[in-house]
């Protein structure tokens, strides 16, 4: 406990430093535009989720959220919708857009927070941080110390399974999967599995032949969001019926967003994770 203590302070000291890097930080946030679904449920977390006044297209929870003016999406944000709510805080997860949307919103003197989220000690200092800009610090204190907890519990609830090789493709059309030093190979690891992919980007693509002589345990179908995606993996799909865990079944589909969400969800998805898995 003590250990973990001395981590949360310090996560809470690199996340109370990082007001000084971000443009045009100033006041408490009052009124605050979500770019991410992650940034979106931590802000709810912590307990400041009543200043919201505008979302994403993808923020979907909690339904609340629902009813908020949808600004777009992260890469193609609506920027003149988001003047016109007034924000003093405009957030978001990290990403290839992400510097040159924050440099729109700083350069008109609004405050922006887009934080790193791919791994999970990324995510404590995305809701340490976000505390920090909320004036809600004790709340989301509690809300990493749950997660630490929880990820313990569930940590030594998998200890008597086998390591299970997975891959975790994102998408078919080339096919994307999830490489070392990414948020899901973290996520694996706690799951008490084994990313099949040790080498290349976060992201590689990989051709059929890859995949075939990498030879994977489980594959774990993440590509919800292409057409059919659910029947695009399989035994009667030319290459992938060549693939032993395809042959034996050993597909699973993950549509539950919790799974690859950032956020102050992250366990709940893990464990949904460690259940297909196991």
Known sequence: MITRRAALAGLAAVAAGGCSRERAVARTARRIVSLSPSTTEALFAVGAGSRLVGRSRYCDYPPEVLRLPQVGGYVDPSFEAIFALRPDLV????????????????????ATYFPSTETFVEIDEMILGLGVRTETQPRARDVVTELHARLERLELSLVDQPVVRALLVFGLEPIVVAGPGSFPDEMLRHARATNAVTQGGRYPTLGIERVLALDPDVVLNATMAEQHSADRIGPNVPGWSKVGAVRRGRVVAIADETVLRPGPRVVEGLEVLARVLH
């Not at 978001?92 to 700083?106: E, I, L, M, Y």
């Open 91 to 110: 957030m978001g997860a990290r990403g290839p857009a992400g510097a040159a949307v924050a440099d729109r919103f700083s350069s008109r003197g609004v």
